[in-house]
Nanobody, 125 residues
Framework: QVQLVESGGGLVQAGGSLRLSCAPS????????MGWFRQAPGKEREFVAA????????DYADSVKGRFTISRGNAKNTVYLQMDSLKPEDTARYYCAASNYCSDAYRYTGRYDYWGQGTQVTVSS
């Protein structure tokens, strides 16, 4: 069982930036493909960004492409989401996820096996 912990959320003005981090709470023995998802009140959880095991393949939702960047850290299964030019519609709880599959950057929630508790991002206008 992999437990993921997100951090870095907060309140920011429109146009500002935040950097989210996600890391496993304990030692992991293999590499996982990782993803970020978000969920606003009253809405379904939606895909934001994903990265494969090697870090060489990434995917983004159209709504964040060009503004958000996903990357892997040096520590195994640590992943970051750099969020620039934030908009009020980016307000949501952001979740990190890990997949036992490794060959691609997955945008579907069903591909992910482990989820964090989320971190709140609020963008004021």
């Amino acid at each position: 069982q992999v437990q993921l912990v997100e951090s870095g959320g907060g309140l920011v003005q429109a146009g500002g930036s935040l950097r989210l981090s996600c890391a496993p709470s304990g030692r992991t023995f293999r590499t996982y493909a990782m993803g970020w998802f978000r969920q606003a009140p009253g809405k379904e959880r939606e895909f934001v960004a994903a990265i494969d095991c090697s870090g060489g393949n990434t995917d983004y939702a159209d709504s964040v492409k060009g503004r958000f960047t996903i990357s892997r850290g040096n520590a195994k299964n640590t992943v970051y989401l750099q969020m620039d030019s934030l908009k009020p519609e980016d307000t949501a709880r952001y979740y990190c996820a890990a997949s036992n599959y490794c060959s691609d950057a997955y945008r579907y929630t069903g591909r992910y096996d482990y989820w964090g508790q989320g971190t709140q991002v609020t963008v004021s206008s």
